[in-house]
């Protein structure tokens, strides 16, 4: 199984990126999908998670600037991140899940947002 996230980098505040996670080794369109981040001594938080019926669910943090997305033949997950603030600062890490049925989760490595004022 790999989870490959790309597309993080430095972007000012307001500024907008677009994270993307390639997945392969597993069954992409029975499994939820997600972003969460951690920042710098802070817990790791749910981002906003697309199901595999592409509901979502998201943070109240992000409302309206972030946007997950799918793409079931690319085995892809994306994040549209927009209206980035310093806040956004983090490690972002792509999840695949089975709700419901413990320890089905893969994590890929993280990709670095850094956002400046």
């Known amino acids: 199984v790999q989870l490959v996230e790309s597309g993080g980098g430095l972007v000012q505040a307001g500024g907008s990126l677009r994270l993307s996670c390639a997945a392969s080794?597993?069954?992409?369109?029975?499994?939820?999908m997600g972003w969460y981040r951690q920042a710098p001594g802070k817990q790791r938080e749910l981002v906003e998670q697309i199901s595999s019926k592409n509901r979502t669910n998201y943070a109240d943090s992000v409302k309206g600037r972030f946007s997950i997305s799918r793409d079931t033949n690319k085995n892809t997950v994306s994040l549209q991140m927009n209206s980035l603030k310093p806040e956004d600062t983090a490690v972002y890490y792509c999840v695949a899940f089975r709700p419901l049925i413990p320890d089905s989760d893969y994590w890929g490595q993280g990709t670095q947002v850094t956002v400046s004022s």
């Open positions: 080794g597993f069954v992409f369109m029975i499994y939820d």
